[in-house]
C-alpha cells in the first residue's frame, strides 16, 4: 500500500505545505527562517511567526543563502516544528515526501538533503526536482480550447533570490537554455530599504515593514521616462505618488496606503495627519525596474526580456516559436502590477516577426509550483522517481544521484548569467551582449544581506 505524499515547496522565503491526498490545492504557508523579535525578545520559529505581533526590527535567520540551503541546523529547526501536531501534524516515518530543490543545486547540499530525509527524518520515500519542472503537471498554461499543457514551454521563475528562465521540452528542463539573473524579491526589497533610509527615514533594520512597502505600492511602468518626470515636475502631488502610513503595532495597526483620493474625499483627523508617513514616488516603479534593467545599479547583466530572447535563442530554432507562445511567469515577483504587460511589449520587440508572443500568469503565481507539485504527486509518474528508504541503505547518496540527477540531464555547474550592458531607454531596440561563462562549481554567487 502507497504512502501517504507530503509536498513541500521548500523556498528560500515561505515553505507551501500539504498532503496530496487532500481535496485542495491550497497549501499551508510557513516562514522559512527563525525570527527573533526586538519587541518582546521572543524567538520564532517557522509557523510560530503567527504568534508574533510587534513586527518592528525583526532580525531574521535564513536557511538559504545566496539562493542555496546553507544552515542546516536553522532548516531542520523549522521544519521540526512544521511537522508537528501544531503544524502539519506529520509522523514522516509513515509518509512519502516530494520536495523542491534550488536550480542547479550543488552535490554537496544534494546529498544532505538525502541524509537528512532518510537518516533523521526516516521518510519511507522522497523524490526532488526544481519547481519549474512539475508545472507540466499544473493548470498554468490551461486555456477553453486547452486542458493539457504545450510540448515546448517557458517558465519565468522570479523568485526570493533569483529569477530564472527555464525551457521545458516535453515536460524535461534543457538546462543548457536555462538563463539566471541576478535579482530577486530579497535583492528588492533591500534597494528599497537604502532609497527609503536616504530619502525618509532610516528603514534598514525594517525588512518586513519595507517588505509591506515594496508589496503595497510598488508597480512596474509601462514609460518609465514619462512616469519619471511627472515625478521630478511635482514629487508631493501627482497622480503616481502614495503616502504608506507606518504602522503602530503598539496599538495593533498595520501600515496602510493612503491615496491622494482619500485625502480628497475627506479631512484628515489631528490623529491621522500626526500619523509617521513614506512618501512614495518615483520608488514606487524604480525599485520594480532592476527586473528590466539591472544596470541601472551597477548590475551588468541584461534585463527579463532580454534574457528570455537569449534563452530561447539557445533551443532548436524549429521550435522556438513555439516557446515565444507559451511563456509561464511563476514566482512572488511577478506580482508587481504591469509586469506582464510590459513583458509582453518588450519580448515582441525582440521576437521574430512571424511568432506570436503569449504569456500566462496564474491567479497566485507564488503557490503554482506547490499546485503543479500536488498535481504532480496525484500521477502513476511519481512512482517511478521515488527513491525508498530500503534502497537509500542499501545503495546510498549514489540511488539518488542516478535517479534525481541523471533523469534530469542536469549537470552540476550553475546556470549561465544572462549579461549585458543594459538597456538604452533613449529610443529603439535594447542592446544584446554575449553572457558571460557559467559560474564555476562551488563559486559563491552575489547577493545582498538581509
Given at each position: 500500500m502507497a504512502c501517504p505524499v507530503l509536498v513541500l515547496d521548500n523556498g528560500a522565503s515561505t515553505i507551501k505545505a500539504g498532503y496530496a491526498s487532500s481535496e485542495s490545492d491550497a497549501p499551508m504557508s510557513i516562514p522559512n527562517a527563525i525570527v527573533r523579535s526586538k519587541a518582546d525578545k521572543k524567538m520564532y520559529i517557522g509557523p510560530d511567526m503567527i504568534n508574533c505581533h510587534d513586527y518592528f526590527a525583526l532580525h531574521y535567520r535564513l536557511p538559504f543563502d545566496?539562493?542555496?540551503?546553507?544552515?542546516?541546523?536553522?532548516?531542520?529547526?523549522i521544519w521540526d516544528l512544521s511537522f508537528s501536531k501544531s503544524a502539519l501534524s506529520a509522523d514522516p516515518r509513515e509518509l512519502s515526501l516530494l520536495v523542491t530543490e534550488p536550480y542547479f543545486n550543488l552535490p554537496a547540499i544534494k546529498d544532505t538533503y538525502d541524509q537528512l530525509i532518510f537518516e533523521e527524518y526516516e521518510f519511507q520515500s522522497y523524490s526532488r526536482g526544481s519547481p519549474a519542472s512539475f508545472i507540466p503537471y499544473g493548470v498554468l498554461f490551461n486555456e477553453n480550447d486547452r486542458h493539457s499543457?504545450?510540448?515546448?514551454?517557458?517558465?519565468?521563475?522570479?523568485?526570493?533570490?533569483?529569477?530564472?528562465?527555464?525551457?521545458?521540452?516535453?515536460?524535461?528542463?534543457?538546462?543548457?537554455?536555462?538563463?539566471?539573473?541576478?535579482?530577486?524579491?530579497?535583492?528588492?526589497?533591500?534597494?528599497?530599504?537604502e532609497v527609503i533610509s536616504y530619502r525618509h527615514y532610516n528603514m534598514m533594520d525594517q525588512t518586513y515593514i519595507v517588505n509591506d512597502i515594496k508589496e503595497k505600492c510598488c508597480y512596474v511602468s509601462q514609460s518609465f521616462e514619462s512616469d519619471l518626470l511627472t515625478c521630478r515636475n511635482n514629487p508631493r502631488n501627482n497622480k503616481i505618488v502614495q503616502e504608506y502610513v507606518l504602522p503602530d503595532f503598539s496599538i495593533n495597526r498595520l501600515g496602510f496606503v493612503r491615496t491622494s483620493a482619500d485625502k480628497s474625499t475627506r479631512a484628515?483627523?489631528?490623529?491621522?495627519?500626526?500619523?509617521?508617513v513614506v512618501y512614495m514616488g518615483n520608488e514606487r516603479f524604480s525599485v520594480p525596474e532592476l527586473l528590466f534593467n539591472p544596470s541601472d545599479i551597477g548590475l551588468e547583466q541584461a534585463g527579463l526580456p532580454e534574457t528570455i530572447a537569449h534563452s530561447i535563442s539557445s533551443l532548436p530554432q524549429d521550435l522556438q516559436g513555439m516557446f515565444w507562445a507559451n511563456i509561464g511567469l511563476i514566482g512572488g515577483n511577478v506580482m508587481f502590477p504591469g509586469l506582464d504587460i510590459?513583458?509582453?511589449?518588450?519580448?515582441?520587440?525582440?521576437?521574430?516577426?512571424?511568432?506570436?508572443?503569449?504569456?500566462?500568469?496564474?491567479?497566485?503565481?507564488?503557490?503554482?509550483?506547490?499546485?503543479?507539485?500536488?498535481?504532480?504527486?496525484?500521477?502513476?509518474?511519481?512512482?517511478?522517481?521515488?527513491?525508498?528508504?530500503?534502497?537509500?541503505?542499501?545503495?546510498g547518496v549514489n540511488?539518488?544521484?542516478?535517479?534525481?540527477?541523471?533523469?534530469?540531464?542536469?549537470?552540476?555547474?550553475?546556470?549561465?548569467?544572462?549579461?549585458?550592458?543594459?538597456?538604452?531607454?533613449?529610443?529603439?531596440?535594447?542592446?544584446?551582449?554575449?553572457?558571460?561563462?557559467?559560474?564555476?562549481?562551488?563559486?559563491?554567487?552575489?547577493?545582498?544581506?538581509?
Amino acid at each position: 500500500m502507497a504512502c501517504p505524499v507530503l509536498v513541500l515547496d521548500n523556498g528560500a522565503s515561505t515553505i507551501k505545505a500539504g498532503y496530496a491526498s487532500s481535496e485542495s490545492d491550497a497549501p499551508m504557508s510557513i516562514p522559512n527562517a527563525i525570527v527573533r523579535s526586538k519587541a518582546d525578545k521572543k524567538m520564532y520559529i517557522g509557523p510560530d511567526m503567527i504568534n508574533c505581533h510587534d513586527y518592528f526590527a525583526l532580525h531574521y535567520r535564513l536557511p538559504f543563502d545566496r539562493g542555496y540551503l546553507t544552515d542546516w541546523d536553522t532548516e531542520k529547526a523549522i521544519w521540526d516544528l512544521s511537522f508537528s501536531k501544531s503544524a502539519l501534524s506529520a509522523d514522516p516515518r509513515e509518509l512519502s515526501l516530494l520536495v523542491t530543490e534550488p536550480y542547479f543545486n550543488l552535490p554537496a547540499i544534494k546529498d544532505t538533503y538525502d541524509q537528512l530525509i532518510f537518516e533523521e527524518y526516516e521518510f519511507q520515500s522522497y523524490s526532488r526536482g526544481s519547481p519549474a519542472s512539475f508545472i507540466p503537471y499544473g493548470v498554468l498554461f490551461n486555456e477553453n480550447d486547452r486542458h493539457s499543457s504545450p510540448e515546448c514551454m517557458l517558465i519565468v521563475d522570479s523568485g526570493f533570490s533569483f529569477t530564472h528562465v527555464v525551457p521545458l521540452l516535453s515536460g524535461k528542463i534543457v538546462w543548457s537554455g536555462v538563463r539566471r539573473i541576478d535579482v530577486g524579491g530579497k535583492f528588492l526589497t533591500n534597494q528599497l530599504k537604502e532609497v527609503i533610509s536616504y530619502r525618509h527615514y532610516n528603514m534598514m533594520d525594517q525588512t518586513y515593514i519595507v517588505n509591506d512597502i515594496k508589496e503595497k505600492c510598488c508597480y512596474v511602468s509601462q514609460s518609465f521616462e514619462s512616469d519619471l518626470l511627472t515625478c521630478r515636475n511635482n514629487p508631493r502631488n501627482n497622480k503616481i505618488v502614495q503616502e504608506y502610513v507606518l504602522p503602530d503595532f503598539s496599538i495593533n495597526r498595520l501600515g496602510f496606503v493612503r491615496t491622494s483620493a482619500d485625502k480628497s474625499t475627506r479631512a484628515l483627523s489631528d490623529e491621522e495627519a500626526k500619523m509617521p508617513v513614506v512618501y512614495m514616488g518615483n520608488e514606487r516603479f524604480s525599485v520594480p525596474e532592476l527586473l528590466f534593467n539591472p544596470s541601472d545599479i551597477g548590475l551588468e547583466q541584461a534585463g527579463l526580456p532580454e534574457t528570455i530572447a537569449h534563452s530561447i535563442s539557445s533551443l532548436p530554432q524549429d521550435l522556438q516559436g513555439m516557446f515565444w507562445a507559451n511563456i509561464g511567469l511563476i514566482g512572488g515577483n511577478v506580482m508587481f502590477p504591469g509586469l506582464d504587460i510590459r513583458l509582453r511589449a518588450e519580448l515582441r520587440q525582440l521576437a521574430p516577426v512571424d511568432s506570436d508572443v503569449r504569456t500566462f500568469k496564474p491567479r497566485d503565481p507564488i503557490v503554482q509550483a506547490y499546485q503543479s507539485a500536488w498535481a504532480f504527486a496525484k500521477t502513476p509518474h511519481l512512482q517511478g522517481q521515488l527513491v525508498t528508504r530500503a534502497e537509500y541503505l542499501e545503495f546510498g547518496v549514489n540511488i539518488c544521484r542516478r535517479k534525481f540527477g541523471e533523469h534530469d540531464g542536469q549537470v552540476a555547474g550553475g546556470a549561465e548569467l544572462a549579461t549585458a550592458s543594459g538597456g538604452d531607454r533613449t529610443g529603439g531596440r535594447r542592446r544584446m551582449s554575449r553572457p558571460n561563462n557559467p559560474p564555476t562549481k562551488g563559486k559563491p554567487e552575489q547577493a545582498t544581506s538581509e
